[in-house]
């Protein structure tokens, strides 16, 4: 497997992996506080929602150019994960409560439990929907991680297989255990995801302007260093400058 397709396959994990788990927590609150026939038939028709974007989007993506559409899914994860660089760093470095799953489901599971019950045939509405957008929200980027990724690298079945492994292994544990996975090291996840939107938002993007990069998708691991030296170098700077400001409120 090239460094490009191996970059891919762990970069769809990782990120599918992160948006599972949090579609996970809001399944767990709903079916705890509501009902699971409820949040199951949520999750049901969340997923068939997914399909029928997948259907609609993936042959379409076929038959854009590639050049062309490297730029746009170039330019486009460079602006998604600088943002989820952004958070990460900041949370790194202080600035940004950690994301905490089990704060996630106890807000979720209080919210769920204090809301009006409305049914509607056998089904509780709240639960129902909870659990759809929920579901549908975060497999939305899931979709988008899989089907950019894949046009752009050339290989759908790959980022689909690391999404598909993600999901395996998020609901496995997550029906095993019924609880949230708060154990999942979500925010360094999140920090590796970051990196690797930003690597390929970078690589991607100069291609499709028209870029040839030195040894083709070994350049990946070039561009991949400069992100995490320049991400680090930023999480140390503003350690240091929070440490200042605090000594100052102190004093």
Known sequence: MSTGNAFL????????????VEA????????????????????????LALA??????????????????????????????????????????GYKPL?????????ELAE???????ERGSLDWYGFTLAFKGVLLEGLEVVFIVLTFGSAQGSIPL????????????????VAVRAPLARVPE????????VMLTTFGIFWSAEGAGADWPGSDASLLGVLGFVVLSSFLLVRLLRRERRSVLRTVEA
């Open 24 to 47: 996970l927590t809001i399944v767990l609150a709903a079916g705890v506080a509501r009902g699971w026939r409820s949040a199951l038939a949520g999750l049901g028709a969340a997923t």
């Open 9 to 20: 396959v762990l970069s769809a994990f990782l990120a599918s992996g992160v948006e599972m």
């Open 159 to 174: 980022a689909a297989a690391g999404a598909g492994g993600a999901l395996v292994l998020v609901g496995g544990v997550g």
């Open 52 to 93: 029928v974007v997948v259907a609609a989007l993936g042959p379409a993506l076929t038959h854009i150019p590639l050049q062309a559409l490297r730029l746009v899914v170039g330019a486009l994860l460079l602006v998604f994960g600088l943002q989820w660089l952004r958070k990460a760093i900041l949370r790194a470095s």
């Open 99 to 107: 994301h905490d799953e089990d704060e996630i489901f106890r807000r």
């Open 187 to 194: 925010n360094a996840m999140k920090f590796a995801v970051g």
């Open 112 to 118: 769920a439990h204090g809301a009006a019950r409305l």
